[in-house]
Structure formats: structure tokens, C-alpha cells
């Protein structure tokens, strides 16, 4: 084992006894559970890996056995290092005692001495933010209370190895921004991070994904396509296909009609010669088809970029951009929008659009002239949503430069998006 | 112990890796005593007066009845104190089964998270167990005050009688963790080593209330020979038995074979319990 490995696993395998006989995938009765099967891998010190992997798929049983909690089957792991493994956040307290006591409790369980908590003690209260209460008895305490508490101890002890399951997807908005900072943290001073997470936005902190199913891995890879790729399938899973190529879409699913419009088609259009996927190296189209059926009202829309997890990105309006064209005859419009080259970022997007109408077309918004508060309060007031569209359509884009550098290898994260934006030197002499 | 390279493979850590094990982690010993402590008498109002609560009622419920009604005597000592010196030992034997055999299952959320060497638990008992039979060992100031009894010399081998004593429950809750930790059956064995083992050991009835031959069979259960040890250390009652080393040594070495197998199961505990 060479020396700036941190945890080597070799053919590791664990095996459950279930109560009860099933059948395996090849239909055989069997009592056996294969929780791990063969599996090896490396992790460098310093480094910061993911394990993905469906419910069930055993990346639990793999943070346990690296924790020593139990014990493999068979092949071994060997780790260099003190090392805490948060199987779950605050598994040692105890309800019955004190917030003061469950630190040092907590702290001794996770092989520190009386001294070294001691001397921590006052950081670890100060960044849980639960001084006023810390002589309560933690039953009495708050889920949010109980979790920075818990969190405070692990993320102010000195460890060398941190094994995370999923313990940062349990707290609220705050303690997730404050358990990823404190983690980014960690990263950065050197220490070696393995996280098991559902969530791509934190795995997007890992340099290594190792995606584990059935108990054996699949993929063991350093760049943010394996990320993409497992939400790809995990979105394709639920029957939702992710189009990675230019596409016309004419039946949708769900009431495309209403009284005010019809929703015809939708279509993602990109002008390269091979045809099979859309890159970032050129401008995408996407092209919207609709029948507008009422007459008195203009008709407005928004278009709604997400990412897969329902994030919104960006939302892009023709009411926002330069608006020379109003839409109040009834027929068949077909409008489309560019999204410029080298804007997008390798990832899955989904299309979501919303209609307004505006019933005072004096009213229309933006006029050309310079508008006070009130007037803009007033001119967007007569705008009325008459039918949102989500998720109408899933595309993937491959990030294509010039002038390429895979981000992922210089361990940077890549982003929901990647604008190219203009860049100057304003100052070159060599004086300060 | 963290520091170094460890190699986690199927293979049960051997018994000297074990015992390091425990040396590093004693410390934990003390923090579960100390919570379990804290945590036992968390809102109550007597506190630790509770502990000493119950050896007394049972005191004076056996004296009344053996030595008042049965009129029961113990020679030389007064009844009750023969009674209390027989049932600090035997209630320390108790709760170390008691407590021990269910340590593994009351800390089960824990060991299914954090790693520490699982006899621990059993020893941070007896450790528990220690601090009550302390306790309760205040009672014998009024007593023996009011009977105007003074405590033998023989007391510089009291410590020896708590390591007997502290080994009879250790040898029990090795063995049925052993047995136990898959199927359950032994935990209801518990019971019966607890209340009818009494009736085996001399506490409130004394050897020569049974016939001579059955004195060889009563000295085959080890909790006799410490009952009578504890009254010869601290009050020179009855006479040194040999038999008494023999089945201190014998109990100490099934208590650490009992150890060795505990070691060898034990990682197996986190994922049964």
C-alpha cells in the first residue's frame, strides 16, 4: 500500500443471513443476502468520494464495515488514520442527559480524551448555537438543536478520515449550508471525505464517484459524467426520457388545452452536423408551437430551465428580453429563444413554461418609456397565469470548448451552468 | 490505538489485539458507568438513596421473617447482619447478570453506529454494580455500631471477595451472550439463576440448617464461597475454606475462556441485535 493511500479495500464482501428464504435474481431459493460482493477500490488522502447507489444497494453495509461496526465476510479494508464515521448524527447521545454531558459522552465514544473535548468544548458550543440550552437534557431539545449539537462535535474533533452517511440530507436549509461549508472545509485542510448522499448538489463537492448496485461496484470514476449519468438513469427509471439529441415533441402528457391556448409542439432544435447530441459549442433552440384561441388578450410566456432535481436555473421571458412583437390576433404562433454557445454546462435540464395573458393591452409591459415604481407595479399587475407547463421536456448537454479543461480533473466543480462571459485585463504594469 | 494502520478482514481480532483494545478503550468503561449513573437517577427526588433503599427493605424483610418469626440465628454473628453481609454480595452477583446479560441489547442503537470493544459494556456493570455495593456497605455502620461488632482483620482479603464476586457475574453473561445473541432462549434462563440461585447460597439460611451431606454439593456453586468469604473477611464468621481458591481460580479461568469467546462473537453483535 503506498503512501498517500488513506482506505484500501480489497474483495470485499459481506454476507446477511436473512430470517426468512427468498428468491435471488436467477429465481433460487436462498437465505443468503449479498450485501457487498467483491468489491475493491482506493482512495487517496486528501481526497473526497461519493458513494451513489439505489436504497438497498449496500453502501451502508460498505460505511459500516469501514467503520469497524461490522465485520466483512471476506478480503479486508485497510485505513490509515483516525477515523469518525457519522453513521448517524448523534447515535451516541443519550436523551436522558445534558447537552454539557453528551458532548464529552459523544466525544469519548468517538476516541478523544476528557482534555481534548475540554479543550474544544467552548467551539463546539459556540458554532452549535445552543449555549442558553446547553444544561437541558437533550430529549427536550429540537431536531435542529439535537443535529447542530451532533454536528458541532464531529466537524470540531480532529479526525483523518470522515465517513458521512447521508447524515447532511436529515437538518434544515441552514444546517445543510452549514454542514457543506464545514465540509468544504474539511476537504480543503487535507482530510479525507467519503459521503454517502443521494443529493448530486453535494456529491458535486467528490472528485471520486463510486456508484455501487447489488452490491457490487459499477462505476468508479473522477469526473461529473458519472454524476450525470446516475441521475440520468435514476430520471429514466421513472419512465422520463432524457433527450440528447435535437427533437421535435407533438404529444405531451397531461391537458395541453385550455381555453385561452393550445400547446402544440415543442422543439429543441441545434444546427451541428453530427446530429446525436447537443454540446455547448453552438447555440440551442428551443422552439415553442402554440394556438392561441382568445381574442381581447395578449398572450405572454415564460420559459422555466431546471435542473433534475427540480432546481430552477434561470427563467428566460420574451416580456424580459427586447419585446417587439405583440400577440393578440388569434392563430397559430411559433416562437423560439436562443440559448447562446457556451452557456450551458454538462447536465440534465428540464423545460418548463408558463403563460400570462395581459387583458389591458394599454397596459404592456415593458413601454418604451422610463416608468416610475408605481407604474411597473401597475403595468405588471394585468398579468394573470392562465397555464404552467412543467417538465415538458428532459435534455442532456455535453459540455464542448475550444479551448477544453476538464474541470472535473482540476477538482472544481462544474456548475448547474458554464457561461462563457467576457474577460479583460484591466491592470498589467508590474507596479502595485 | 486510531492512529495506526488497521486492517479490518473477517477474521476476529486476536485475543492479546483484544485486550489492547480494551486497554485503549477503558476509559469508556467509566463514561458509560457515569451516564448509566446519571441517567438512573435523573428526576428522581431520592437520588442515589434509592440504591440504598432496597438492600434495606429486603434486610428487614428477611430478618423478620427468618430471624424473628422462624427465629433463624447465625451463632456468633446477630441475623441481620448475617443476612445484609450475604445479600450486598448476592445483589452485586445479580446485577451484574441482570444488567450485564442486557447491556449489548440496551446499547444496540449505539453499537450499530460507533465501534468500541463490546465487553466494555459488561465491565462498565460492574463498575455500576461496584458503586451500589459501596453504597449499601454504609449500612453496616448502624448495625454494627448498635450490635457493638468490631470488623475483622481479615479485611486486607475483602477486595479478593468482590473479584470472586465480580467473576461469578461476568462468567454468566460471557456465556449467554454467547449462546444468546442470535436466539434469545438463554436471556430466560436469567431469571431463575436470580431468584431461585438464592435459595442455593447460604444468604439468610446458614450450613448447618442443612444436613452435612449436602455441604460438599452446597460449595460447588462458587456464590457460596463467596457469601462465606465475605463474612470471613470482614468478620472472621466460619473458617477458611481451600475450596474457596480452587473455585476462585477455576471461575477465573472459565470467566477469561468466556471472554476469549466473546471476543471471537462479538462482531457478529451489530448485526443481530
Redesign the interface.
Known amino acids: 500500500m503506498s503512501q498517500d493511500i488513506a482506505i484500501q479495500v480489497k474483495n470485499l464482501s459481506k454476507k ?1 443471513i436473512l430470517k426468512h428464504p427468498t428468491k435471488d435474481v436467477d429465481g433460487n431459493t436462498t437465505q443468503e443476502l449479498w450485501a457487498l460482493n467483491d468489491v475493491s477500490f482506493e482512495i487517496r488522502k486528501g481526497e473526497a468520494v461519493g458513494i451513489i447507489g439505489p436504497n438497498g444497494s449496500g453502501k451502508s453495509t460498505l460505511l ?20 469518525a ?1 457519522i ?2 448524527i448523534g ?2 447521545f ?1 436523551p ?2 445534558s447537552g454539557r ?1 453528551n458532548v ?2 459523544h466525544g ?4 478523544f ?2 482534555k481534548e473535548i475540554k479543550d474544544k468544548y467552548h467551539e463546539i458550543i459556540a458554532f452549535s448555537g445552543i449555549e442558553r440550552f446547553i444544561e437541558e ?1 437533550v430529549k427536550n431539545y429540537s431536531n435542529g438543536m439535537y443535529l447542530r449539537l451532533a454536528f458541532s462535535i464531529l466537524a470540531h474533533l480532529d479526525f483523518d478520515i470522515y465517513l458521512f452517511d447521508e447524515v447532511m440530507s436529515v437538518g434544515d436549509a441552514t444546517f445543510t449550508h452549514v454542514s457543506r461549508q464545514k465540509i468544504m472545509k474539511l476537504k480543503s485542510s487535507g482530510k479525507t471525505i467519503v459521503v454517502i448522499s443521494h443529493n448530486l448538489n453535494e456529491l458535486s463537492l467528490c472528485n471520486q464517484i463510486i456508484e455501487v448496485d447489488l452490491g457490487r461496484i459499477i462505476q468508479n470514476e473522477s469526473n461529473q459524467n458519472t454524476l450525470v449519468n446516475y441521475a440520468s438513469v435514476a430520471i429514466e427509471k421513472t419512465d422520463i426520457e432524457i433527450h440528447q439529441c435535437p427533437v421535435k415533441i407533438v404529444e405531451f402528457k397531461g391537458q395541453m388545452n385550455s381555453s385561452v391556448l393550445t400547446l402544440l409542439s415543442l422543439t429543441l432544435k441545434q444546427e451541428n452536423k453530427e446530429k446525436n447530441s447537443l454540446s455547448t459549442n453552438l447555440p440551442i433552440y428551443i422552439e415553442i408551437e402554440y394556438y392561441k384561441h382568445i381574442k381581447e388578450d395578449t398572450l405572454d410566456l415564460f420559459l422555466i430551465i431546471s435542473d433534475a432535481n427540480g432546481v430552477v436555473i434561470f427563467v428566460t421571458s420574451p416580456l424580459l428580453s427586447s419585446y417587439d412583437f405583440v400577440q393578440q390576433e388569434v392563430r397559430k404562433y411559433l416562437i423560439s429563444c436562443e440559448i447562446p454557445a457556451g452557456f450551458l454546462s454538462s447536465n440534465i435540464y428540464s423545460i418548463g413554461i408558463t403563460f400570462v395573458k395581459n387583458s389591458n393591452v394599454s397596459g404592456t409591459f415593458p413601454i418604451n418609456e422610463q416608468l416610475n415604481e408605481d407604474q411597473i407595479k401597475e403595468a405588471l399587475s394585468v398579468y394573470d397565469i392562465v397555464a404552467t407547463y412543467t417538465n415538458l421536456l428532459f435534455f442532456r448537454v455535453t459540455v464542448v470548448l475550444e479551448n477544453f479543461i476538464d474541470l472535473g480533473k482540476l477538482n472544481m466543480p462544474v456548475g448547474l451552468i458554464l457561461p462563457l462571459l467576457k474577460w479583460k485585463i484591466i491592470n498589467q504594469n508590474n507596479d502595485s | ?3 495506526q ?6 477474521k ?1 481480532d486476536g485475543f492479546t489485539t483484544y485486550l489492547k483494545k480494551i486497554w485503549a ?1 477503558k ?2 468503561i467509566w ?1 458509560f458507568a457515569i ?1 448509566d449513573l ?2 438512573k437517577y ?2 428522581t427526588f431520592l437520588g442515589i438513596g434509592w440504591s440504598v433503599l432496597q438492600p434495606v427493605t429486603a434486610l428487614i424483610i428477611y430478618s423478620f421473617f427468618f430471624g424473628f418469626v422462624l427465629n433463624w440465628n447465625a451463632g456468633s454473628l446477630p441475623f441481620p447482619v448475617y443476612v445484609l453481609s450475604g445479600l450486598i454480595g448476592w445483589n452485586f452477583f445479580s446485577y451484574i447478570i441482570y444488567q450485564g446479560s442486557s447491556s449489548i441489547q440496551d446499547a444496540s ?8 470493544p463490546k465487553s466494555i459494556l459488561p465491565f462498565s456493570k460492574v463498575v455500576i454494580g461496584l458503586v451500589e455495593l459501596l453504597l449499601s456497605l454504609f449500612l453496616f455502620v448502624p448495625i454494627l455500631f448498635h450490635y457493638k461488632i468490631s470488623v475483622s482483620w481479615h479485611i486486607v482479603f475483602f477486595p479478593f471477595a468482590i473479584l470472586f464476586n465480580a467473576f461469578c457475574g461476568l462468567l454468566p453473561v460471557f456465556v449467554i451472550a454467547i449462546f444468546a445473541y442470535k436466539k434469545r432462549d438463554l436471556f430466560h434462563l436469567l431469571p431463575y439463576i436470580v431468584t431461585f440461585g438464592i435459595w442455593f447460597t447460604p444468604v439468610f439460611f446458614t450450613h448447618n440448617l442443612l444436613p452435612k451431606r449436602f455441604s460438599f454439593v452446597m460449595n460447588l456453586n462458587p456464590m457460596t464461597n463467596v457469601v462465606d468469604f465475605w463474612r470471613w473477611t470482614l468478620f472472621d464468621y466460619g473458617s477458611f475454606d481451600f475450596i474457596w481458591i480452587i473455585n476462585f481460580f477455576i471461575v477465573l479461568v472459565l470467566c477469561i475462556i468466556g471472554m476469549y469467546f466473546y471476543n471471537q462473537k462479538e ?2 453483535f ?2 443481530y441485535v
Do not use: C, W
Open positions: 446477511y459500516k464495515i469501514m467503520s469497524g461496526v461490522t465485520k466483512p465476510t471476506s478480503g479486508s479494508v485497510t485505513i490509515k488514520g483516525k477515523v464515521s453513521l448517524d447515535a451516541g443519550h436522558e442527559l454531558e464529552f459522552l469519548q465514544l468517538l476516541g480524551s476528557k437534557p | 490505538m486510531h492512529n494502520k488497521q486492517i479490518i478482514t473477517a476476529p478503550y476509559s469508556l463514561v451516564r446519571k441517567v435523573a428526576q442503537n449505539t453499537i450499530k453506529k460507533i465501534y468500541f462482531s457478529e451489530s448485526d
